[in-house]
């Protein structure tokens, strides 16, 4: 799609769509050019609000991908967004370019109403607002980013995707917790699950690599990043996940526990006599691999295995472990498995995580070729054997080109 807007006597196709992801004291954001996809810039602007903030902005379009970076008080999401406007508009991209088209935002939560991307008005707003009780940590910042944006270019259609929207599709067995009903509903505690636009755009390029339609295959995708989750895909539909009504629930995470026994917490509460605060702290911020071994990075993870250090083997066990019952659940959950996928930071870099999660797994007809698994490439790849009855691929993820292909064949519909 390609909306023309007039400037002067020629015309200006109006092919941009930033994309924009606001955490609590950052924002990232990258400027797509949807004519061939290509990136035109990427920056990050980070501890906001602080003495010492940060921006780092790459301008990809030219020949020369130089970094510049500025260090000092960026006060609040307004001030980072006008200074990534500023450096936008350096390379001659700024936020008034008549060749801008949107802007994507990335919404965490979307609850149950957005199954799908939307333009944003204030009734959306609104929506997105009722919904901070359930993310507390990620909506108000979001809300902030999209206002801010909004106020940048008010007469700019905006568009929110979120990391809800995929999963709205399991089914009621596969997304209600099994407590007692009218509690559940009148707080809205359910399983939602997240990095749902990660799902979706790798659910569908590993059909690709395939050569099927993603109508065509089953597949299980894990999204191993700092923060990580499974799910199953169905015929192109998500039908289970592992995050649930926060992010917290899963896999063994950089920082977060996963799953637990909910009676943790009462435990911790009534014999450690913690607050609910300091729990909340401790398995979202003090668990995972960061708090079985003191690393959640999982290159340094592997350099302390390969110095014999016990507790880092020990928390890169236990991480695998919960991978390997999460690929068992999800092949009973799918019936018949298409391909297991491992994408983000660890699942696309760490072969020793891909074969230890798979090892063992014969009999479910999975296996790794092990130099297919320690060739090292940035393309959707198959690493089992030609003879395996289920492909087990590695598929880089990417989230912005998923928001901006999103954001712009949405307002291409609201064009036509
Ligand atoms: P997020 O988007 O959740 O912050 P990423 O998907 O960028 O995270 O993943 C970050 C993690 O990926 C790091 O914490 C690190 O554990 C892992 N990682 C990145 N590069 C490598 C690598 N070359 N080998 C192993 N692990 C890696």
Redesign the pocket.
Known sequence: MTTPIAEGSSTVAANHVLVLNSGSSSVKYQLLDMSDRSRLAVGLVERIGEETSRLVHTPLAGSDAESRERIGPIADHEAALKAAAEELAADGLGLDSPALAAIGHRVVHGGLRFTEPVVIDDEVLKEIERLVPVAPLHNPANIVGIRTAQALRPDLPQVAVFDTAFHTTMPEYAARYAIDVETADAHRIRRYGFHGTSHAYVSRKAAELLGRTPEEVNVIVLHL???ASASAVAGGRCVETSMGLTPLEGLVM?TRSGDIDPAVTFHLKRVAGMSTDEIDVLLNKKSGLVGLCGD????EIRRRIDEGDERAALAFDIYVHRLKKYIGAYSAVLGRVDAVVFT???GE??APVREAAIAGLEEFGLAVDADLNAARSGAPRLISPDHARVAVAVVPTDEELEIAVQTFALIGQAHN
Do not use: I, K
């Not at 959640?296 to 290159?299: P, S, W």
């Open positions: 990043g700092n923060g950089g959640n990075d999982m290159r983000a930071g660890v870099n760490s």
